[in-house]
């Protein structure tokens, strides 16, 4: 008798706890983020995510995974080991303006030095969003970084070319959203775990 209800507590527990785990640690406008993902064979815990606005319209999602917890941008650049921005878009958009809008990020945030090296690598990325002409409300991208593979980016789960080989691209891609002047001032707030605010607008 008391191995049945050791058996039975053993097996609800297991059951509340897998349960537990597949629940979503975040879900910016309805989206869920699970709390880890898998990156290059590393597992990688959410640090944030949040909602990008462009005046009072909801854009996209995005959520940053690291290897560990990170409150500032800085910390996040000098941070070791694998890396991902996961966006899911909230609304169809132009893939070429979406491209326009990255590489604008990029080139008002970066570091001069870093944004000339990440050059080719944003150029592959352009020609990764042209291929598909629109992005639909629903479709999703990550973008991973693996040290001494590089940068991929992968549309709905499936890789889009091969890897970006520059360090630097993937540091000047987060600058977009963690640089001094990012997409969304709450949306940074938020990849970095903050307190989530409504920032003022910088249209990109």
């Not at 609800?12 to 989206?31: D, H, I, K, M, R």
């Not at 080139?107 to 080719?120: C, M, R």
Request: charged share 20%; aromatic share 8%; glycine share 10%.
């Amino acid at each position: 008798m008391h191995l049945r209800v050791l058996t039975a507590f053993l097996v609800t527990t297991l059951f509340l706890s897998s349960a537990a785990n597949s629940q979503p640690a975040a879900e910016p406008a309805g989206v869920p983020y699970p709390a880890a993902a898998s990156v290059g064979g590393n597992s990688l815990g959410l640090n944030g995510a949040g909602v990008r606005y462009k005046f009072v319209v909801k854009v996209y999602t995005a959520g940053l995974y690291l290897p560990q917890r990170a409150d500032t941008p800085e910390a996040v650049l000098a941070m070791p080991g694998p890396k991902r921005i996961h966006v899911v878009m909230l609304r169809d958009i132009d893939a070429n303006e979406l491209g326009r809008l990255f590489t604008r990020g990029m080139e008002d945030n970066a570091l001069p030095q870093h944004w000339l090296q990440s050059i080719p690598g944003t150029l592959r990325m352009a020609d990764i969003f042209s291929a598909r002409k629109k992005l639909l409300a629903g479709d999703h991208f990550s973008v991973d970084f693996v040290p001494g593979v590089g940068t991929s980016v992968l549309v709905n789960g499936k890789a889009a070319s091969e890897p970006i080989r520059e360090p630097e691209f993937f540091t000047s891609l987060l600058s977009i959203w963690l640089g001094p002047r990012p997409a969304d001032a709450a949306l940074k707030d938020a990849l970095l775990g903050r307190a989530t605010r409504r920032g003022a607008e910088s249209g990109h």
